[in-house]
């Protein structure tokens, strides 16, 4: 069985193309030429594969499955189709020669991202012109690829961020809000009651296949921290023997910390006595009062060292779409579209920001910075809600993630665009995979 996202489409699909198309133009003009090759990850693709990937992906699914229009250049297609899930496990990565000779040339994926983009663009315009121009499941497959390239151009920082910075091109204004101390971590008591997961299909223009169907789960009461644990806090685990200390990680986690030797979240280095943050263009002095960005081993292991837990994808969903009326929200500040006021997303900045600088975006209860400002990590394993069916126009979404293995993440990140604001979207990576922007908060049973 298949799902298709029944709803007629919205109008105005190629502008939101066209939207993706400049922001990945923008994203690869700030990389210097000789990255382009490079694997900035070792566990994935090089560069030259994502620009490709992603107009590959969208020809694929919406003109040539989509529409049984011919190929461009099959294989391409087929080169380009795919990437690869990571694992933490590096003896896993093949060996591979020179990647300029494994690869085309830049003026071979021009030319094919070019004639991919006239004719997905072809295609959308005519949608737009006319709403019942494509039938429900080509709206759906137009509706996947957008939410694709849109999930890539974030992808695509995280493998930024490995650059070394001689390779980047710093934007002009880049200027980092670096703050000073943490703002007083407080707790917040959230009643018990009910937290919506999930979406019913048609409920939205689109969803993925594993937002779907909606469901609801009785929350018993619990208390969160208001912030997120910033550098600052994290730094008293590491400082207190944290990496070293075998009782607060899960038996995989702690083989992964000794096996990789890490003793600190990735992005932080050291230099003498001091702590720096790896920036996406610059090396600072660790900011004290950012989100401290970890894997969910890591973020699983501080929690267990101050006696405490990730939330639960419920609780998380409670805390910031959940309300004392009872009527859920649309996002944790109520049903203003978002903006820059209400938190760190949509491209706002290119690294995080202090906890706490964005009142305005506070959920009901008063909680931080659920949304923006990195992910946040839940103690949930990734798995389908009850009804689950996969999604005609990309099957193998979510379903082969479904394994025990991959942890859902709920929020955003500083470069999460606003179209994927919503409460049903779920986000998910390995326990161990520590290059994503992801931050954490605790929670605690009512008594504690
Ligand atoms: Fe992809």
């Known amino acids: 069985m298949s799902r298709a996202n029944p709803v007629a489409g919205r109008p105005g699909l190629l502008p939101w193309y066209n939207r993706n198309r400049e922001r990945a133009a923008q994203l690869f003009g700030l990389i210097a030429d000789e990255a382009y090759y490079s694997r900035p990850i070792a566990l994935r693709n090089p560069i030259v594969f994502y620009q490709g990937h992603i107009p590959a992906f969208s020809f694929n699914t919406l003109i ?16 380009f189709a795919r990437g690869i899930d990571p694992h933490e496990d590096s003896n896993n990565v093949r060996a591979r020669g020179n990647e300029a000779d494994l690869w ?38 137009a509706h996947c690829i957008l939410e694709h390239e849109a999930m890539h151009l974030e992808t ?15 934007p002009a204004g880049y200027r980092p809000l670096i703050g000073g ?57 590491v400082e207190a023997g944290g990496y070293v200390d075998a009782r607060w990680w899960r038996p995989a986690d702690w083989a992964w910390i000794n096996a990789e030797g890490i003793g600190h979240p990735l992005f932080w280095q050291r230099d003498g006595d001091q702590w720096l ?88 209860w ?5 949304v923006g400002n990195g992910w946040e990590w839940t103690a949930t394993a990734f798995a389908p809600f009850p009804g689950f069916e996969v999604l005609a126009s990309y099957p193998e979404y979510s379903a082969e993630f479904f394994d025990g293995e991959h942890f859902v993440m709920k929020g955003a990140a500083p470069v999460t665009v606003r179209e994927l604001i919503r409460p049903s979207f779920r986000n998910w990576f390995r326990a161990r995979y520590p290059y994503i922007y992801a931050s954490f908060r605790c929670v605690a049973g009512a008594g504690q």
């Open 366 to 370: 008063g909680v931080d910075d659920l």
């Open 181 to 237: 101390a943490p703002p007083a971590q407080t707790w917040i008591d959230i009643p018990s009651g009910q937290a919506t997961l999930g979406i019913d299909p048609g409920a939205e223009p689109f969803a993925w296949d594993n937002e779907m169907p909606g469901c609801t789960e009785q929350v018993p009461a619990f208390r969160i921290q208001q912030h997120n644990v910033c550098n600052a806090d994290y730094l008293a685990f």
């Open 277 to 364: 943050w790896r920036g996406m263009f610059d090396l600072l002095a660790l900011p004290a009062a950012w989100p401290v960005w970890v894997s969910q081993a890591e973020a699983s292991a501080y929690c267990r060292w101050r006696g405490l837990s990730l939330p639960s994808e419920a609780q998380y969903q409670r805390a910031a779409f959940g309300a004392p009326d009872g009527q859920p929200r649309r996002y944790p500040w109520g049903n203003a579209a978002p903006d820059a006021a209400r938190g760190v997303f949509d491209f706002h900045a290119w690294d995080p920001q202090p906890a706490g600088s964005h009142p305005a975006g506070c959920s009901a």
């Open 104 to 141: 085309p040339s830049r003026d071979e994926v021009d030319a094919f991202c070019a004639e991919a983009d006239r004719q997905v663009r072809a295609v959308l315009a005519e949608h737009d012109r006319a709403a019942d121009a494509l039938p429900p499941e080509r709206v759906e497959a």
């Open 64 to 79: 040539k499955q989509g529409l049984g229009r011919p190929s461009i250049d099959a294989r391409l297609e087929q080169l």
């Open 156 to 170: 695509l920082m995280y493998m930024w961020h490995q650059l070394p910075l001689e390779q980047k091109r710093r």
